[in-house]
């Protein structure tokens, strides 16, 4: 019915503007539009979760695939890298010649 007032409005527009039916059914057509946004984003919502869930699942098992193909390391088991000692430091007690600076001398005339 309302698409019906809706075609009449529409063949004859400047009758639309003034009739009182056209305002109406345009003004329910509007409410009818946002009751049904919310209830189309949920819908919407609802399959973008359903299809992430499944892209995630697809993911993992991907993951668990590659992660079969690769040889197990197991930290016990690895090879030991031998470790070189530091070379020796010098004795303490024993100080290198050059640690003063030579001084110039001065002679006074």
Do not use: W
């Not at 056209?22 to 919502?45: G, M, T, V």
């Not at 399959?47 to 699942?57: A, C, I, K």
């Not at 690769?70 to 930290?75: I, L, N, R, S, V």
Request: hydrophobic residues 30%.
């Amino acid at each position: 019915m309302l698409d019906g007032v809706l075609m009449k409005c529409n063949q004859n527009p400047s009758k639309a503007r003034t009739d009182s039916d056209c305002i109406n059914a345009r003004i329910a057509i509007e409410r009818l539009a946002s009751q049904n946004e919310p209830a189309e984003e949920a819908k919407r919502a609802q399959e973008f979760e359903r299809s992430r869930e499944q892209r995630r699942l697809a993911q993992e098992k991907q993951r668990q695939e590659e992660e079969a193909k690769k040889p197990k390391m197991d930290a016990y088991h690895l090879p030991l890298v031998p470790v070189e000692p530091p070379p020796p430091a010098p004795p303490s007690h024993e100080a290198p010649a050059n640690l003063n600076p030579p001084v110039a001398n001065q002679s006074n005339p």
